[in-house]
């Protein structure tokens, strides 16, 4: 377009050529004349994983390890307990839990729920963690018992669920999953708050999953393939890790960076066969 415009001054730019034909051609473009991709929510593209790789390794660390029929069960139950107090669908929760699984479970728990979530950094100092619950102004939040002491420390007390309490009081029942929207916002990730407050930044399930199916493709990401996740959850890159892995099928490996540092990275890429590093 800005070659076009450039060499040709006085063409009105509804006459420009936008894509050149190469790239109009490739099926890099999601919407041409022959070509329409459908896009789902974030956790219809983990159930196809689910169906088709039940018994595979969703989810490893160095504590342990879910399948993906695990991992679609505990967040089931995630969700299930959320349905069951009574909270409404669609609000804000904002999400902590230092062991891998119950992390993992919850986030897909809350978005199988319908709800946006939140994710706070248990390596925030305690007032990191109150700009972010601040601006946030969320209605609960799903913690572990170490988060639930912090929040409680910075004055919420009210809306707080601990993961380890909740699935225990499950009553009998199963969640069914209902249509999400694929424009429905799936998570809230905050600037660092280098040049002030730090900033919510809003994601749709479209974009994510557009945006994972992208990143996939490029990596030619197999069900064989398993991803080192090195970020914290309240990172970006940790959520293209995390749903990359996920929709193909592949297995993510959470290393805790913060409690193990970098000396132990060679090792856990070497025990857990890692094939991809992204950082």
């Known amino acids: 377009l800005v070659r076009g415009a450039s060499s040709c001054l006085y063409t009105e730019v509804s006459q420009l050529e936008v894509l050149g034909e190469s790239v109009y051609t490739s099926e890099s473009i999601l919407f041409t004349e022959n070509q329409v991709q459908i896009i789902e929510s974030i956790p219809f593209e983990v159930m196809k994983s689910v169906e088709k790789y039940a018994d595979h390794l969703a989810l490893i660390w160095d504590e342990g390890e879910l399948s993906y029929s695990q991992l679609w069960e505990k967040s089931g139950q995630i969700a299930l307990a959320l349905v069951q107090q009574g909270i409404e669908k669609g609000g804000r929760i904002v999400v902590s839990a230092e062991d891998p699984g119950e992390l993992a479970a919850s986030i897909l728990g809350i978005l199988r729920f319908g709800s946006m979530y939140i994710p706070l950094d248990p390596s925030w100092p305690d007032h990191r963690i109150a700009q972010v619950v601040k601006s946030v102004d969320p209605a609960h939040a799903l913690v572990d018992k170490a988060m639930l002491v912090r929040l409680n420390r910075i004055g919420m007390n009210t809306g707080v669920i601990c993961i380890n309490e909740v699935r225990s009081s499950v009553m009998n029942g199963r969640f069914n999953d209902e249509e999400i929207q694929p424009s429905q916002p799936a998570y809230m990730l905050f600037t660092s708050g280098s040049t002030g407050e730090p900033k919510g930044v809003v994601q749709s399930h479209q974009g994510v999953v557009l945006h994972m199916r992208t990143f996939a493709d490029s990596l030619s990401l197999t069900p064989e393939d398993r991803l080192l996740q090195l970020s914290s ?37 070497s025990t857990h066969n890692v094939t991809v590093y992204h950082s």
């Not at 929709?247 to 490996?253: H, Q, R, V």
Request: with cysteine.
């Open 233 to 269: 959850p309240a990172f970006d890159s940790a959520i293209m890790d995390m749903f990359a892995a996920w929709f193909s099928g592949a297995t993510l490996c959470m290393y805790n960076i913060h409690e193990h540092g970098t000396s132990e990275i060679q090792r856990f890429i």
